[in-house]
T-cell receptor, first 114, second 115 residues
């Protein structure tokens, strides 16, 4: 059974710092991996989607990498801002055979201090 | 991308009652998904709703407790029946994008508190 772990569970950094969030998964036979942002009490916003054949994806100050063989992904946030404060969730999907739902980690709660 | 709306955004309900949550998508989709996020926890899939067929429930979730309707390709409802305080959660509707990449999109969620 696929398990997704995110470390650290919480992180507090001063504004302007670069930071890395980690995601690991136990079964490397994934179809894709997706990073989400969740503000308190709200829904999820998709940040980046990486297909199993890709190594990384970039969007603005965000860069996500994927090392499928080792079961790891990182989300790099450059020049952090207070508006980046949120919970970041990692989720993986297995190759489609029927319906294959996303399996989520518990998230990293990020606080960026002005 | 897909734009998803949910109603209500939040509610406070008494135990023993039922609440129906609505989900509307701005495009036609084959599958719609319902997730639950209990306080301090990650997301757990409740069921997958296909238009024109019965919903498929994940282990630990049953139709009597969480009946789902899917009357057309842009709309679904989830009912939380006979509620107890343990049902206090955020309930999220989700769809897959239509591109090959299968990016998943989520609604804003319904925050349910059962007293």
């Amino acid at each position: 059974k696929q398990e997704v772990t995110q470390i650290p569970a919480a992180l507090s950094v001063p504004e302007g710092e670069n930071l890395v969030l980690n995601c690991s998964f136990t079964d490397s036979a994934i179809y894709n991996l997706q990073w989400f942002r969740q503000d308190p009490g709200k829904g999820l916003t998709s940040l980046l989607l990486i297909q199993s054949s890709q190594r990384e994806q970039t969007s603005g100050r965000l860069n996500a990498s994927l090392d499928k063989s080792s079961g790891r992904s990182t989300l790099y946030i450059a020049a952090s801002q207070p508006g980046d404060s949120a919970t970041y969730l990692c989720a993986v999907r297995h190759p489609r055979s029927g319906n294959t739902p996303l399996v989520f980690g518990k998230g990293t709660r990020l606080s960026v201090i002005a | 991308s897909a734009v998803i709306s949910q109603k209500p955004s939040r509610d406070i309900c008494q135990r023993g009652t039922s609440l129906t949550i609505q989900c509307q998508v701005d495009s036609q989709v084959t599958m719609m998904f319902w997730y639950r996020q209990q306080p301090g926890q990650s997301l757990t899939l409740i069921a997958t709703a296909n238009q024109g067929s019965e919903a498929t429930y994940e282990s630990g979730f049953v139709i009597d407790k969480f009946p789902i309707s899917r009357p057309n390709l842009t709309f679904s409802t989830l009912t939380v029946s006979n509620m107890s305080p343990e049902d206090s959660s955020i309930y999220l509707c989700s769809v897959e994008g239509t591109s090959k990449g299968l990016e998943q999109y989520f609604g804003p969620g319904t925050r349910l508190t059962v007293t």
